[in-house]
């Protein structure tokens, strides 16, 4: 059987892209590598990658350059959920970051394993999540 290496990227599909980078960029703290009208990639630490894609701007084909290749069309809607990985002494840094820039903390969650998470919503109500380690059997 052939193995997995992790999970490479994560995908969000916004209703507005100049809001959403706003908020990944100011509040999260993450840096575009690459991006355009119709999608904005991060680095979301640890070789992982987070997409954001304006929804419905994903449906066609899009065929790139050079004969590299193609991307098949994909799309979504609704609220979804992801976690980021955080330190635990981080924390209470995050919180306090999250809080200072208005958004609410919605739960929080202390795990038979040790780790704790905190939720929030992004401006398109997606439930983020910043989880310590202890939260899985893997981390």
């Known amino acids: ?8 990227e994560t995908a969000l599909y916004v209703t507005d892209m100049v809001r959403a980078r706003t908020f990944f960029e100011e509040v999260m703290g993450l840096s575009a590598f690459t991006a ?3 999608f904005t990639a991060y680095d979301a630490g640890g070789g992982t990658v987070l997409l954001l ?17 193609t991307i098949p069309p994909h799309d979504g809607t609704g609220r979804t959920h992801m976690a980021f990985a955080i330190g635990a002494e981080a924390l209470e840094d995050w919180e306090r970051r999250l809080t200072s820039h208005g ?8 795990w038979p394993r040790g780790g704790e998470s905190l939720y929030f919503r992004d ?8 989880a310590t380690p202890g939260v899985w059997p893997t981390y």
Not at 1 to 8: E, H, I, K, N, W
Not at 53 to 69: I, K, Q, S
Not at 103 to 110: K, L, Q, S, V
Not at 123 to 130: A, F, M, N, S, V
């Open 103 to 110: 958004i609410e903390i919605e739960g929080r969650t202390h």
């Open 123 to 130: 401006p398109d109500g997606h439930l983020l999540e910043l």
């Open 53 to 69: 894609f304006l929804e419905g701007a994903t449906r066609d084909t899009v065929v790139l350059p050079d004969e590299m290749g």
């Open 36 to 38: 355009d009208q119709r």
């Open 1 to 8: 059987m052939p193995r997995l290496d992790g999970v490479l």
